[in-house]
């Protein structure tokens, strides 16, 4: 009995383990930004409005669910739901950065209940992808877990509802790429497009793993028809919100030539978990992160280090043009090869220390 009940303990135990760090790290993102409530470019209600700014409108997967759910409802569901979530105050009474309008209680809501949910999906694909390429169930849980927990210090001058979306698209799509799952990833492709545009500029990274199964033609194929649908997918949304206040993009190359060459911008502090930790391009914090390209960039399998490499270039070329200064968020390309690199990093450090 104590056998049978062994396997679905341990799994149960794993469940348990991932949402609570799912949560910590949700709410250290949430604490800080909630949804941008009360910004009328970016806030919640400018989305729930088709009213706020480009190009953060075209991100618009996530406003629609919750308002085709809402409007799935009846009124007499929807008046008793409105009813009791104003009476309980629930979120509010957790989060002093929520200020939820009454007109959009129910969305809010639900927005909040698919964010933690995608949360916790995407630290559990993350683990099972990073198990895979490690071929280590314990450095690959390790990796998974450590970037549930940092990923709030990504989110620098802004959090959004869709930045916890990308990256259980990320990591899903980067699985389907993994195990040559054409069809799953081109299906999967207009979904994580409509969340956010950046998505297409991460396919061209996936043609080393899909390479890995098929021919170079057939791989070139598949990734140029995914870019094909992810591009029609954001035509749709420029041709939606183009009568929206704001551009395609802007341009911040001077920007980031200003600031390089400042020194205090390697020394910012933003409040995580309630501490005044490094923010942005904090020196120490570049420092470890070169320290585990250094020490683990040579486990990387070959399709890995492509993968790496493709990502780096487009999205170094997208940050240094088009990316406000420290908003480590738009590094989102190459949170599977961080993750990936770091959970090689804690494999060495584990076995360093097990032989001392």
């Not at 509802?161 to 799952?181: K, M, P, Q, S, V």
């Not at 991460?202 to 791989?219: I, V």
Request: include cysteine; aromatic fraction near 16%; charged fraction near 15%.
């Amino acid at each position: 009995m104590e056998q049978k009940l062994d396997g679905p303990v341990k799994k149960f135990m794993m469940f348990f383990l991932i949402l609570m760090v799912s949560a910590a790290g949700f709410c250290g993102f949430f604490a800080k930004w909630a949804f941008r409530d009360g910004s009328s470019a970016w806030g919640f209600d400018a989305y729930m409005e088709g009213s706020g700014q480009r190009p953060g409108m075209y991100r618009h997967l996530l406003p629609k669910t919750v308002r085709l759910a809402t409007d799935a409802m009846s009124e007499q569901v929807k008046e008793k739901l409105r009813t009791k979530l104003i009476k309980d105050h629930s979120i509010e009474k957790r989060f002093a950065q929520a200020h939820i309008t009454q007109k959009y209680i129910i969305e809010y809501n639900l927005m909040y209940v698919i964010c933690i949910v995608l949360y916790i999906a995407s630290v559990w694909i993350l683990r099972s992808l990073l198990i895979e390429i490690l071929q280590d169930p314990v450095s690959g849980t390790l990796g998974a877990l450590f970037f549930g927990l940092v990923f709030p210090f990504f989110e620098v001058l802004g959090g959004y509802f869709y930045d916890i979306g990308e990256i259980f698209f990320l990591f899903l799509g980067t699985r389907f790429a993994l195990h040559g799952n054409w069809m799953g990833l081109l299906l999967l492709t207009p979904f994580a497009e409509a969340n956010k545009e950046a998505f297409f500029f991460y396919l061209p990274a996936l043609y080393p793993l899909l390479r890995n199964h098929y021919g170079e033609k057939k791989a070139a194929g598949i990734t140029l028809f995914a870019m094909f649908l992810a591009g029609l997918v954001y035509l749709y949304a420029r041709h939606l919100y183009a009568g929206n206040p704001g551009g395609m993009v802007e341009h911040h190359a001077f920007d980031h030539l200003k600031l390089m060459f400042n020194p205090l911008n390697y020394f910012k502090t933003s409040s995580i978990y309630g501490l005044p930790l490094g923010s942005g391009m904090f020196l120490p914090h570049m420092i470890c992160v070169a320290w585990i390209v250094k020490k683990a960039w040579h486990h990387l399998p070959e399709m890995w280090k492509a993968h790496a490499k493709i990502a780096l270039v487009i999205n170094g070329i997208l940050y240094f043009f088009f990316v406000v200064p420290d908003e480590i968020r738009d590094l989102s390309l190459l949170y599977v090869s961080f993750a990936t690199l770091t959970a090689y990093y804690i494999g060495d450090l584990i076995r360093k220390n097990l032989t001392m």
